[in-house]
C-alpha cells in the first residue's frame, strides 16, 4: 500500500515573521516541506522569517499565500484544526499520534491548521476541518507558542518515516550494461577453462544463476574494475603455476 504524502502545514493568519521561520525550521527538522500561509499580518515574504528558519530555506521559498482558509485547504480532503478546546463545533477529536497513523493510511492530501499565535484558530476556522487535533497539555498552562506546536505534530508524523542523515558521500551510479556484461564474459571464459559448467546439460541454468547474482547488487563501474582485476590476478597466478 502505497502510504499518503506528508500533510500540509498551514499558518492561518500568522503575526511575526520570526514565528514563521521557527515553524518552518520545526517542520524541516521532521521532513515536512509545504508550508501554506493564510493572509499573514505582515505580508509575504517577511524578511525577518529567514533567520529565524535557520536553513530551512527551502520551506519559506516554497510557502504559498492564500487569501482564506478555504482556498487553502481546497485540495485537501482531510483537515485537522489544532485547537486546545472545541469552541462549540462538535468534531472528533484526536491526539497528535492519533491524528499521524490516521493521515498515513487516509485517501487523498491532510491539510493541519495553526491559528495566529495570540488568539489560535477561530470558531469559522475550526468549522472548516473535520477532525480536531489536540495535544495533551498541563490544564494549568496550556500556552504553547506556534513553532512549539507545529513540532509536537510533525515530531508525531516523522516517527512512521525513514529520515536519516544524509550519507556523507554521495553513491557512484551503477555501472553501465557494457562493463557488466565484460565482467560476466571475463567469468564464464574462466569458468569453462576450469570446467566448471558440469553436466553439460545444467550449464544454461548456471550461467542464468550467476547472471543473476552478476546483476542483483547494482555494481558501479569502479566495482566492476576491481573485480575484472581479481579475475585477471587469479588467472595470471593459475598461469604461471601451469608454466
Given at each position: 500500500?502505497?502510504?499518503?504524502?506528508?500533510?500540509?502545514?498551514?499558518?492561518?493568519?500568522?503575526?511575526?515573521?520570526?514565528?514563521?521561520?521557527?515553524?518552518?525550521?520545526?517542520?524541516?527538522?521532521?521532513?515536512?516541506?509545504?508550508?501554506?500561509?493564510?493572509?499573514?499580518?505582515?505580508?509575504?515574504?517577511?524578511?525577518?522569517?529567514?533567520?529565524?528558519?535557520?536553513?530551512?530555506?527551502?520551506?519559506?521559498?516554497?510557502?504559498?499565500?492564500?487569501e482564506?482558509?478555504?482556498?487553502?485547504?481546497?485540495?485537501?480532503?482531510?483537515?485537522?484544526?489544532?485547537?486546545?478546546?472545541?469552541?462549540?463545533?462538535?468534531?472528533?477529536?484526536?491526539?497528535?499520534?492519533?491524528?499521524?497513523?490516521?493521515?498515513?493510511?487516509?485517501?487523498?492530501?491532510?491539510?493541519?491548521?495553526?491559528?495566529?499565535?495570540?488568539?489560535?484558530?477561530?470558531?469559522?476556522?475550526?468549522?472548516?476541518?473535520?477532525?480536531?487535533?489536540?495535544?495533551?497539555?498541563?490544564?494549568?498552562?496550556?500556552?504553547?507558542?506556534?513553532?512549539?506546536?507545529?513540532?509536537?505534530?510533525?515530531?508525531?508524523?516523522?516517527?512512521?518515516?525513514?529520515?536519516?542523515?544524509?550519507?556523507?558521500?554521495?553513491?557512484?551510479?551503477?555501472?553501465?550494461?557494457e562493463?557488466?556484461?565484460?565482467?560476466?564474459?571475463?567469468?564464464?571464459?574462466?569458468?569453462?577453462?576450469?570446467?566448471?559448467?558440469?553436466?553439460?546439460?545444467?550449464?544454461?541454468?548456471?550461467?542464468?544463476?550467476?547472471?543473476?547474482?552478476?546483476?542483483?547488487?547494482?555494481?558501479?563501474?569502479?566495482?566492476?574494475?576491481?573485480?575484472?582485476?581479481?579475475?585477471?590476478a587469479?588467472?595470471?597466478?593459475?598461469?604461471?603455476?601451469?608454466?
Amino acid at each position: 500500500m502505497v502510504s499518503s504524502p506528508p500533510p500540509v502545514i498551514v499558518l492561518v493568519r500568522p503575526q511575526l515573521g520570526e514565528n514563521i521561520g521557527k515553524a518552518a525550521r520545526a517542520m524541516l527538522n521532521f521532513g515536512l516541506t509545504e508550508m501554506r500561509l493564510v493572509a499573514p499580518r505582515d505580508g509575504w515574504p517577511n524578511p525577518a522569517a529567514g533567520p529565524a528558519a535557520s536553513g530551512a530555506d527551502i520551506v519559506l521559498a516554497q510557502a504559498q499565500v492564500f487569501e482564506t482558509v478555504a482556498d487553502a485547504v481546497a485540495d485537501c480532503p482531510n483537515v485537522y484544526a489544532t485547537t486546545v478546546r472545541k469552541r462549540g463545533v462538535t468534531k472528533p477529536v484526536v491526539t497528535p499520534e492519533e491524528a499521524a497513523a490516521t493521515m498515513r493510511s487516509a485517501s487523498g492530501r491532510s491539510a493541519i491548521l495553526f491559528g495566529p499565535e495570540r488568539s489560535g484558530l477561530e470558531t469559522d476556522d475550526v468549522a472548516l476541518a473535520r477532525t480536531i487535533l489536540t495535544v495533551p497539555i498541563n490544564p494549568e498552562f496550556g500556552s504553547l507558542n506556534l513553532a512549539q506546536a507545529v513540532i509536537l505534530v510533525a515530531y508525531e508524523w516523522s516517527k512512521g518515516e525513514a529520515l536519516v542523515s544524509p550519507p556523507e558521500v554521495t553513491l557512484d551510479p551503477p555501472a553501465p550494461q557494457e562493463d557488466l556484461e565484460g565482467l560476466i564474459g571475463q567469468l564464464d571464459t574462466m569458468l569453462v577453462q576450469a570446467n566448471f559448467f558440469f553436466p553439460p546439460d545444467r550449464t544454461p541454468a548456471t550461467r542464468r544463476t550467476l547472471r543473476t547474482l552478476l546483476t542483483k547488487p547494482g555494481w558501479t563501474t569502479q566495482e566492476v574494475r576491481t573485480m575484472r582485476g581479481v579475475l585477471s590476478a587469479l588467472a595470471g597466478s593459475k598461469a604461471k603455476r601451469s608454466g
